[in-house]
Structure formats: structure tokens, C-alpha cells
């Protein structure tokens, strides 16, 4: 019998807000990675994109832990917007998905899946520190999406 590696177990945090706009300005928003960099918490460091504009990159501030994040776009993922790892990358997925709500109300959800710190403190560092700094960069990164959306829509 031969040994199979498994895959690490994802953890993930999720958050989600209501965004009066439409569902194609909220798809055009997020589709444009070039200014993901205007609305992202400050969590999100040295966000960058590559010239053909088909890979993000960031480091996520944590408390004792900075994970680096390079991801594409999903091609396959067709009810949200998903980016998923693209080689070395500390996170697996981020994805978008929304749905309207009304003309111009649209609900977002936002997921994160990442592998979680390991050593023996890992889980209580996941547990006190890292799941809630994860869980308000997300936060954060919505609450300023909504602004910039709105105000240039002309609501706040």
C-alpha cells in the first residue's frame, strides 16, 4: 500500500452586506481586479496585479503571521466571482457571490478558505487572534466596497 498525501484541511470565514446597487455594476466592480487595491482593508498589504491582469497578489496582515496570497480568476465558476490559489499561495479561494434583491439592492457574501497556522499554538492562535483579524479584513473590505459603490452611485 502507498502512501497518498491528503489534502490540508480548509478553514474558512465568511461575511456578507446588502449593497444598493445593481448586480451588473457589483459584477463589473468585482470583476476588475486593477481596483480591488481602491476598497480593500488595510489587512490586505502590497496588493499588486500582474501585467495581463489574470493574477492578484497580497499579503494579509495577521497578529505573529503574514500569509501571502496569489490568486487567478476561476474560469469555471459561473454563479460568483472566484479566485482561486495559483501556485505558491497561503490562501485557496476567495469568492464573491451575490444575488439582487430588489432593482437596486444586491446582497454579497464573501468567503475566504485557508489552511490554518500549524505547531502546537496554531489552533489557539486560529481560535484568539487569526479567525477575527481574517473575519474584519473581510468585514472591512465590504463596508468600503459599499461606500465607494454608493457614493458614486450617489447614495450613502
Not at 490554518?116 to 487572534?129: C, F, N
Amino acid at each position: 500500500m502507498t502512501d497518498t498525501p491528503t489534502k490540508p484541511r480548509l478553514d474558512w470565514v465568511r461575511q456578507d452586506i446588502h449593497i444598493h446597487t445593481t448586480g451588473a455594476e457589483l459584477h463589473r466592480r468585482l470583476s476588475d481586479v486593477r481596483a480591488h487595491g481602491e476598497w480593500l482593508a488595510q489587512h490586505f498589504r502590497d496588493y499588486g496585479v500582474t501585467d495581463d491582469h489574470d493574477v492578484m497578489t497580497f499579503a494579509l496582515a495577521l497578529p505573529l503571521r503574514t500569509e501571502c496570497a496569489r490568486l487567478y480568476r476561476d474560469p469555471n465558476e459561473a454563479e460568483a466571482i472566484a479566485f482561486i490559489a495559483a501556485g505558491e499561495s497561503d490562501l485557496a479561494a476567495i469568492t464573491w457571490a451575490f444575488h439582487e434583491e430588489g432593482a437596486r439592492d444586491v446582497h454579497v457574501t464573501v468567503e475566504a478558505r485557508y489552511q490554518r497556522a500549524s505547531g502546537p499554538l496554531g489552533p489557539l492562535l486560529e481560535l484568539l487572534l487569526h479567525r477575527p483579524y481574517r473575519t474584519q479584513a473581510l468585514r472591512e473590505s465590504l463596508w468600503n466596497l459599499k461606500q465607494l459603490i454608493e457614493r458614486s452611485n450617489g447614495r450613502s
